[in-house]
């Protein structure tokens, strides 16, 4: 799985063939077979495989946020430079993400595929907008907010940093991008003095 996804990562899950996953994996074609009957099954296993690594990180982060500070909003602009420094930490920047890759090659998918990556972004828009109807309780915003667009611009701050970083050769012009979205969510949220 490291490999198909390193791979794909690279190059897109078009440009991948079952033919290097092998070679790179030390595996006879037949077990690769065994495993994963074609590329759909694999870029099923690979998206399914990216939700619980999600999950894990994000909880980890939500959590160790939440061990600092209970108020929401804290919680909430805690969380986010968490996120921040975990990429910054990443030497050479965020290498991708599967569910935007599939997204972009969807047509190669059959509709499991397609649903699986669905349900991954619903996953982060549900574990955002949570997040944020939490802080509408406590903190009422200046303005009007939509919890579900406020959730999906996380997920589109992050999906859109990864990509001009890569675009513009800044691996870690992801980091300015959720600093400046924790930014807006503060002034947002924070009461008026």
């Known amino acids: 799985m490291d490999i198909a996804e390193a791979a794909v990562l690279s190059k897109g899950f078009d ?3 079952i033919e290097e996953i092998v070679a790179g994996a030390e595996i006879t074609k037949g077990g690769f077979f065994y495993h994963f009957p074609d590329k759909n099954a694999l870029a099923h296993a690979l998206i399914e495989r990216h939700i619980e690594v999600e999950n894990e990180i994000f909880d980890g982060l939500w959590s160790r946020a939440r061990e600092l500070s209970d108020d929401p ?3 909430t602009l ?4 968490l996120l921040a420094e975990l990429l910054e930490d990443m030497p050479n920047g965020h290498p991708g993400c599967i569910v935007a890759t599939a997204a972009y090659q969807d047509r190669l998918f059959d509709q499991e595929v397609r649903q699986a990556n669905r349900r991954a972004v619903l996953a982060w828009r549900r574990r955002f ?8 309780a406590t903190y009422p915003p200046r303005d ?5 667009a406020l959730a999906d611009m996380i997920g589109t701050v992050i999906e859109g940093g990864i990509v001009m970083g890569k675009a513009l050769g800044e691996p870690h012009m992801i980091v300015g991008q959720i600093l400046l979205l924790r930014q807006f ?3 947002t949220f924070e009461p008026r003095l």
Request: proline residues 0%.
């Open 15 to 17: 440009a991948t063939s």
């Open 73 to 75: 909003l804290h919680t």
């Open 78 to 81: 805690i969380g986010l430079r």
């Open 129 to 136: 907008q949570d997040v944020f109807e939490e802080l509408c």
């Open 144 to 148: 009007d907010v939509d919890t579900e």
């Open 185 to 187: 969510i503060r002034q």
